[in-house]
């Protein structure tokens, strides 16, 4: 195996999936019944990477019972002509365009981005309300919330984002500002941070108790550059952090986005990709606390595809899911691989069922 192609795996900008190395690994699905809302994905067509329908439901037709997911921005498809503050609304025309495509039930009974979390430059203050009512226009049944990533490090190797936001972008006045408009109008932001910033999120948080937050990542915890090395210190303050958040009761967060470099596991540069096994135990530390912290209602498994497909296959992914939920009831299973995902972005109950 190309010793090059264990650097490109899960590298900036993480488009690189080494699809001979995850051909190495296979095992059978674990709990195939079970219905899974993946509320985080993305869809691109990029100079070294494509991931559109096609590819997502080669992914999601792996052996589990996925019954909708949510795709989240990552600037794709924005529009080249016109007033550049509405540039953004080309995605979610792009989305609801793949998510009518999958509601046709051509291509199954699965619900392709049955919701839809845009991106609106919130720094905008009140005019983001004109851009944020665009995006609902071209997507009423779906459009559900926004992001915009504010994950900014001084260290290049754990801030590795094609487009870096600004420091300190949450405490900004005029985001702020624009932050509030989303509560208004009954939409949602997905906060990805790094660690070090989840205090910044929280006080956001407390100043705008009106606008629902899902945290991405399980709250972005470094383990890369200046946070290599420091295991127990940083998993002290990532989880002090986290508690605190999960004392607002307008948060709650996605397990997941852990498959990344930035987490700061070896299994990308492994001859063999790692079993479901391995990543379960490398991640339970990290998945537990979260959920011990937010509780299964408010806390939901999520893909972070194909990002997180750099280090594992969908089946393997969702089989260390399931191996993470072992201990847990199943109303608790239920809402954290559908239930949770459902309520947080108000998406049809019937996902949470298994397939007529």
């Not at 949510?70 to 529009?79: A, I, L, N, P």
């Not at 004392?247 to 079993?275: A, C, Q, W, Y």
Request: hydrophobic share 40%; glycine share 8%; with cysteine.
């Amino acid at each position: 195996m190309s010793n090059d192609n264990a650097k490109k795996r899960g590298a900036p900008p993480h488009h690189f999936i080494d699809d001979d190395w995850l051909a190495l690994r296979d095992e059978p699905v674990l709990e195939p019944e079970r219905p899974i809302v993946d509320p985080h994905h993305h869809l691109w067509d990029r100079p070294h990477h494509r991931y559109l329908l096609p590819e997502l439901l080669a992914d999601l037709d792996t052996g589990h019972h996925v019954r909708g997911t949510v795709f989240v921005e990552c600037s794709s498809m924005y529009r080249a002509d016109g007033d550049a503050r509405f540039a953004c609304v080309g995605e979610v025309e792009f989305v609801n365009g793949i998510a009518a495509m999958s509601a046709s039930g051509v291509y199954g009974p699965v619900r392709a981005c049955a919701g839809i979390v845009g991106k609106v430059d919130l720094t905008l203050g009140g005019f983001a309300e004109e851009v944020l009512q665009a995006c609902a226009a071209r997507a009423p049944d779906r459009f559900r919330g926004i992001r915009q990533m504010a994950a900014w490090d001084t260290s290049p190797e754990v801030s590795t984002l094609l487009r870096p936001p600004p420091k300190d972008l949450l405490q900004d006045a005029k985001f702020r500002e624009g932050y509030a408009v989303l509560g208004r109008m009954g939409l949602s932001f997905d906060a990805w941070v790094y660690h070090p910033q989840l205090p910044q999120l929280i006080e956001l948080v407390d100043a705008v108790p009106a606008t629902p937050v899902v945290l991405n990542h399980l709250g972005g915890r470094a383990g890369l550059g200046p946070y290599a090395g420091r295991h127990d210190d940083v998993f002290r303050e990532w989880k002090a952090s986290i508690q605190a958040l999960a004392e607002r009761p307008n948060v709650s967060v996605k397990l997941g986005g852990i498959g990344m470099r930035l987490g700061g596991f070896d299994f990308h540069e492994r001859p063999l990709p790692p079993t479901s096994e391995e990543l379960a135990e490398a991640w339970s530390p990290y998945v537990q606390t979260c959920i011990e912290a937010f509780g299964p209602s408010r806390a939901m498994f999520e893909s972070n595809f194909p990002v997180d497909k750099s280090c594992c296959t969908y089946r393997v992914l969702w089989n260390a899911f399931k191996r993470l939920a072992e201990g847990f009831s199943e109303d608790e299973k239920t809402d954290l691989f559908a239930g949770s995902a459902v309520r947080a972005y108000r998406l049809p109950q019937a996902l949470t069922k298994a397939a007529p």
